[in-house]
Structures are given as C-alpha cells and as structure tokens.
C-alpha cells in the first residue's frame, strides 16, 4: 500500500499534495513500463520518496570502468520529493557506490542547477533527471571511491545548503568550451 497524505475536504482546486501525488503515479507509471535505464523501488512504499537504480552509465567512462571491476551492477540514488513538488525540486543523492567527482558533494549531494529552486522548472521529468544526473557523473569524471567512507543525508543536506548559499551568492558559472 502507498503511503500519502490525502486531503479530505472538497475544494474547487486540487491541493499541493494531490497535484504531488497525481504527477509522482504517472510519472512511476510510465518510468515502470517505458524505461530500461533504470528502475525506481519506492522506500517503505511511500509514494514521495524513491529508490533509483542507475543501471546503465556511458559504457567508456571511468565510472563504468571502476562499476565493472568493482562488480557494481548500478548506482543508486536516492530521490525525495517536497510537498510543493512538482513546483520545487526533489533532493537527489547518490547513496552507493561513494563517488568522488561527477559533481558528487560530501553525503552525496549533487552540484547540478536543474536540482535547485533557480534552476528548477515543473516540467522536468523524473527520467529527464535520472538522465542529467547520469550526464553529469560521466561529465564530472566520476570514480567509485576506495576510501571505505559512507554517504550520509545529513553530509548530503549539509552540502546542498551550502551549494544553494554559494550560487545564491555567486551565480552559475558556465565552463569553457574547451570543458563542454
């Protein structure tokens, strides 16, 4: 059974939870019988936060290398989703294997525009992001790590506030073409 809040009362409008829960049935819908990337487990079958196993990466880079050697089948992420989603972002982490680069932060946070409130827009779908953040892995040069450290979400909170007050503050910097 799918854990939700659901509004009892009658109104002319569809509350924020109920516009949340429509878009995340259709969108774990579709992602079930059209995608072959990777596959979505809800956590403790509630509705609003989401296993994805990253199964497939750019079969040349260095993550798909150290995946092989390390016998890693996928990379997991973990994606929870506000109560004003789809109007806001959802968090997005790497939970396994520890990944250093690919614009992965301490915890597992990712450093990516498109996960933030300036750089979010509903329209994103949640393959569109499971397919950036794969982008950004393979861009960013992503390794497994060896070091034996684990990802936590406090680390990964902590690291995502802090990348929210740095581009607040700083901007996005596009790099050079020379970078892609």
Not at 13 to 30: G, H, M
Not at 35 to 51: A, K, P
Request: aromatic share 8%; with cysteine; glycine share 6%.
């Amino acid at each position: 059974m799918l854990k939700s809040k659901k509004s009892t009362k009658q109104s002319c409008c569809p509350s924020a939870t109920d516009v949340r829960e429509r878009r995340l049935l259709k969108e774990l819908q579709e992602i079930t019988n059209n995608v072959s990337s990777f596959t979505v487990e809800l956590v403790n079958d509630n509705l609003f936060e989401w296993h994805v196993k990253l199964h497939t990466v750019d079969k040349d880079s260095s993550l798909a290398e150290g995946m092989r050697q390390n016998n890693i089948s996928y990379i997991l992420l973990n994606m929870s989703f506000p109560d004003n989603f789809p109007f806001a972002p959802p968090f997005v982490r790497v939970i396994s294997p520890i990944v250093e680069g690919g614009y992965v932060l301490d915890g597992g946070a990712l450093c990516l525009e498109l996960l933030t409130p300036t750089g979010w827009t509903a329209a994103y779908t949640i393959e569109a992001i499971v397919t950036q953040v794969g982008s950004a892995l393979i861009k960013g040069n992503a390794k497994i790590a060896k070091d034996g450290r684990n990802f936590t979400l406090k680390a990964a909170q902590a690291s995502y506030k802090s990348l929210i007050k740095t581009h607040e503050k700083y901007g996005w910097v596009t790099p050079p073409k020379a970078e892609g």
